[in-house]
């Protein structure tokens, strides 16, 4: 072996090392990563034989550094050689040397979204030559400044049947491998990390890079609430009342129009479009209390394009992680958090302005990630708290429980009508002036998101990330604002801000759902026979099935809707997390938050 071998080779550095389970190779450094080669050629050609069957050597020949998370130094010990043998390879002689190993990942060859670690451990006699290869690693992967250096840490000890602490502790060691800190806490309550993110000064917040979740969909909400409800700056959405008041001054009320058509009730809403004057809609958008005040301009703001959060998943469902990563796995979703990945996520606020016809409360605000839902969905939440013993397993029991009920509620809803100019890019069914009113449009050729999306990279370019988005201002005409009213019985009303994939609904809620095209899809389910609801089930647990093309399914893409329940009985779902209101208004902020991801590779 060449101790004194290192020299440029095509503007990098080489050098003859022992790799660990393959002997003697000529390594080289450049500017995109790391490659090797045997010193003996035939090493390369070497087959291997089992059960009669030849199989070719497709050992690794090198690694980029945007794959590598850490390098490090392992002092003196054993590296092994590879030696052929009647039937295979074995390991061969045994030399003691200073070692060094490089820890990266493989993508799944079965599942590209699944990433797999995998390291490369090289040896030298000479002591130098080992710590000059290690610093000249650290400083290629230190190039990338997006990777971060400090983090906070939020573990959720109850989550996924109490496997929170266990699975951070299976990943703790790649952040200390990479050396990333860690400011740990794991919640002791119910609301603790809200508290504590909700009440950290922002030049202390500012001095991490981020927040790192190990918890499900709800904790993540806890902590998305913590950092935005403080921190953003935004208008309210319009009142729901004086919405729907407007509306009447101009187009009056109409009753119902039921039928029953092949046991499914027909069309149960009479949908009303109206436009109401500008400067009346605008003064529906009120300022939050206290930090949505435009003059306090707090000095960490969102978005932001920088602070990022990352999701490990330890929840029951984990659908923000499947849908922004692409696969419910620590290992894969740690790496996304080392390596500093990046995906823009529009946000849902939703504001409660009633909880009761007769109360007079000041309004409540929350944000939502994934989805919002009422009638079933929040049912299913609400019957669930009874529950918690049974862990996980408990959505399934309300779930059947609440679906034997069999329950519709009355309600109004109202929606701004979105135009768009090209309905090709997979922005789903588009109400207009040409449609009739009563049947939604048809749906295009979905274009599903995905890591290089065409949608989201469209919105991305040529949006400014920067500034705050507001829907009257989100790819709409503001001089022609125009609202669709829906007013009937509903088994369930929803508003799905991205996919929402999971284990039991592989293509989600929408399967064209994006994470960053600053809509949200809202999906009206219209009272029906309990046969077709639960045909409607059922399609959302197969791939390729699509569940939104029923008569009694509506569904609209669109920025913001309102909602009023004519009972007092009002329970929504947001983000997995209770909020009981009857009158209620949401509106999507485009890319308001930046998580540690990428978009599933499909």
Same mark, same amino acid.
């Given at each position: 072996?060449?101790?004194?071998?290192?020299?440029? =080779?095509?503007?990098?550095?080489? @050098?003859?090392?022992?790799?660990?389970?393959?002997?003697?190779?000529?390594?080289?450094?450049?500017?995109?990563?790391?490659?090797?080669?045997?010193?003996?050629?035939?090493?390369?050609?070497?087959?291997?034989?089992?059960?009669?069957?030849?199989?070719?050597? $497709?050992?690794?020949?090198?690694?980029?550094?945007?794959?590598?998370?850490?390098?490090?130094?392992?002092?003196?010990?054993?590296?092994?050689?590879?030696?052929?043998?009647?039937?295979?390879?074995?390991?061969?002689?045994?030399?003691?040397?200073? /070692?060094?190993?490089?820890?990266?990942?493989?993508?799944? /060859?079965?599942?590209?979204?699944?990433?797999?670690?995998?390291?490369?451990?090289?040896? +030298?006699?000479?002591?130098?030559?080992? +710590?000059?290869?290690?610093?000249?690693?650290?400083?290629?992967?230190?190039?990338?400044?997006?990777?971060? $250096?400090?983090?906070?840490?939020? #573990?959720?000890?109850?989550?996924?049947?109490?496997?929170?602490?266990?699975?951070?502790?299976?990943?703790?060691?790649?952040?200390?491998?990479?050396?990333?800190?860690?400011?740990?806490?794991?919640?002791?309550?119910?609301?603790?990390?809200?508290?504590?993110?909700?009440?950290?000064?922002?030049?202390? !917040?500012?001095?991490?890079?981020?927040?790192?979740?190990?918890?499900?969909?709800?904790?993540?909400?806890?902590?998305?609430?913590?950092?935005?409800?403080?921190?953003?700056? *935004?208008?309210?959405?319009?009142?729901?009342?004086?919405?729907?008041?407007?509306?009447?001054?101009?187009?009056? %009320?109409?009753?119902?129009?039921?039928?029953?058509?092949?046991?499914?009730?027909?069309?149960?809403?009479?949908?009303?479009?109206?436009?109401?004057?500008?400067?009346?809609?605008?003064?529906?958008?009120?300022?939050?209390?206290?930090?949505?005040?435009?003059?306090?301009?707090? @000095?960490?703001?969102?978005?932001?394009?920088?602070?990022?959060?990352?999701?490990?998943? *330890?929840?029951?469902?984990?659908?923000?992680?499947?849908?922004?990563?692409?696969?419910?796995?620590?290992?894969?979703?740690? !790496?996304?958090?080392? !390596?500093?990945?990046?995906?823009?996520?529009?946000?849902?606020?939703?504001?409660?302005?009633?909880?009761? @016809?007769?109360?007079?409360? *000041?309004?409540?605000?929350?944000?939502?990630?994934?989805?919002?839902?009422?009638?079933?969905?929040?049912?299913?939440?609400?019957?669930?708290? $009874?529950?918690?013993?049974?862990?996980?397993?408990?959505?399934?029991?309300?779930?059947?429980?609440?679906?034997?009920?069999? /329950?519709?509620? %009355?309600?109004?809803?109202?929606?701004?009508?979105?135009?768009?100019?090209?309905?090709?890019?997979?922005?789903?069914?588009?109400?207009?002036?040409?449609?009739?009113?009563?049947?939604?449009?048809?749906?295009?050729?979905?274009?599903?998101?995905?890591?290089?999306?065409?949608?989201?990279?469209?919105?991305?370019?040529?949006?400014?990330?920067?500034?705050?988005?507001?829907?009257?201002?989100?790819?709409?005409? #503001?001089?022609?604002?125009?609202?669709?009213?829906?007013?009937?019985?509903?088994?369930?009303?929803?508003?799905?801000?991205?996919?929402?994939?999971?284990?039991?609904?592989?293509?989600?809620?929408?399967?064209?759902?994006?994470?960053?095209?600053?809509?949200?899809?809202?999906?009206?389910?219209?009272?029906?026979? =309990?046969?077709?609801?639960?045909?409607?089930?059922?399609?959302? *647990?197969?791939?390729? @099935?699509?569940?939104?093309?029923?008569?009694?399914?509506?569904?609209?893409?669109?920025?913001?809707?309102?909602?009023?329940?004519?009972?007092?009985?009002?329970?929504?779902?947001?983000?997995?997390?209770?909020?009981?209101?009857?009158?209620?208004?949401?509106?999507?902020?485009?890319?308001?938050?930046?998580?540690?991801?990428?978009?599933?590779?499909?």
């Amino acid at each position: 072996m060449d101790g004194e071998g290192e020299g440029a =080779r095509d503007g990098g550095l080489s @050098a003859n090392l022992v790799m660990d389970g393959v002997g003697e190779v000529v390594v080289s450094l450049n500017s995109s990563g790391l490659s090797w080669t045997p010193v003996d050629p035939s090493e390369e050609s070497k087959s291997s034989t089992c059960l009669g069957v030849n199989f070719s050597s $497709k050992a690794e020949t090198g690694i980029e550094f945007s794959h590598v998370y850490a390098v490090e130094f392992i002092h003196w010990g054993l590296v092994h050689k590879r030696s052929s043998a009647p039937g295979g390879f074995v390991l061969g002689d045994a030399s003691m040397m200073y /070692r060094f190993v490089v820890h990266g990942y493989q993508k799944s /060859r079965t599942r590209h979204s699944l990433w797999v670690l995998t390291s490369y451990a090289f040896g +030298h006699e000479d002591l130098q030559a080992c +710590h000059a290869w290690v610093d000249c690693i650290s400083a290629s992967i230190g190039l990338d400044v997006g990777r971060p $250096k400090n983090l906070m840490v939020f #573990v959720h000890p109850l989550s996924g049947n109490g496997r929170g602490r266990k699975i951070w502790e299976s990943v703790a060691p790649l952040f200390a491998r990479a050396r990333v800190r860690t400011k740990v806490t794991v919640t002791q309550r119910a609301g603790h990390a809200f508290d504590v993110i909700a009440s950290i000064p922002d030049k202390e !917040l500012s001095s991490f890079d981020g927040i790192v979740v190990v918890g499900g969909d709800g904790f993540f909400n806890e902590i998305l609430n913590g950092l935005l409800l403080s921190r953003h700056v *935004a208008p309210y959405p319009p009142v729901p009342g004086e919405l729907i008041k407007s509306a009447d001054q101009c187009t009056g %009320e109409r009753g119902f129009n039921k039928s029953n058509n092949n046991g499914a009730s027909g069309p149960s809403c009479e949908k009303e479009e109206y436009s109401p004057l500008i400067s009346s809609v605008e003064s529906n958008f009120r300022m939050e209390a206290g930090s949505c005040n435009p003059d306090k301009n707090p @000095a960490f703001s969102f978005p932001n394009d920088w602070f990022r959060i990352g999701i490990i998943p *330890a929840g029951s469902t984990d659908s923000i992680v499947m849908s922004t990563t692409g696969a419910r796995d620590p290992i894969t979703s740690a !790496l996304h958090i080392i !390596l500093g990945k990046r995906k823009h996520m529009d946000i849902a606020q939703v504001v409660r302005w009633k909880t009761s @016809a007769s109360s007079i409360e *000041a309004p409540l605000v929350r944000y939502a990630a994934s989805f919002t839902g009422y009638g079933f969905y929040g049912d299913v939440i609400k019957e669930s708290e $009874k529950y918690r013993w049974m862990g996980p397993k408990r959505y399934d029991y309300a779930g059947t429980k609440v679906f034997l009920k069999h /329950r519709s509620y %009355e309600a109004e809803v109202a929606f701004l009508d979105v135009k768009t100019e090209d309905t090709s890019t997979g922005r789903g069914p588009v109400v207009n002036e040409t449609q009739p009113a009563l049947v939604p449009a048809e749906s295009p050729k979905k274009a599903i998101c995905r890591k290089i999306c065409d949608v989201c990279c469209e919105v991305t370019k040529s949006t400014d990330m920067s500034a705050t988005h507001a829907p009257t201002n989100n790819g709409i005409n #503001v001089g022609n604002l125009k609202w669709l009213r829906s007013k009937g019985r509903y088994l369930s009303v929803g508003a799905a801000i991205i996919s929402c994939r999971n284990e039991k609904a592989p293509d989600g809620l929408v399967a064209d759902a994006h994470l960053t095209d600053g809509f949200m899809h809202l999906i009206l389910i219209k009272e029906c026979p =309990r046969a077709f609801y639960l045909w409607h089930l059922t399609q959302l *647990a197969k791939k390729g @099935a699509d569940p939104l093309k029923f008569e009694f399914v509506e569904h609209y893409k669109t920025t913001a809707f309102t909602f009023v329940a004519s009972s007092d009985e009002s329970v929504w779902n947001v983000d997995g997390e209770l909020l009981y209101a009857r009158q209620l208004s949401a509106q999507v902020f485009r890319g308001l938050i930046c998580l540690f991801a990428t978009g599933p590779e499909i």
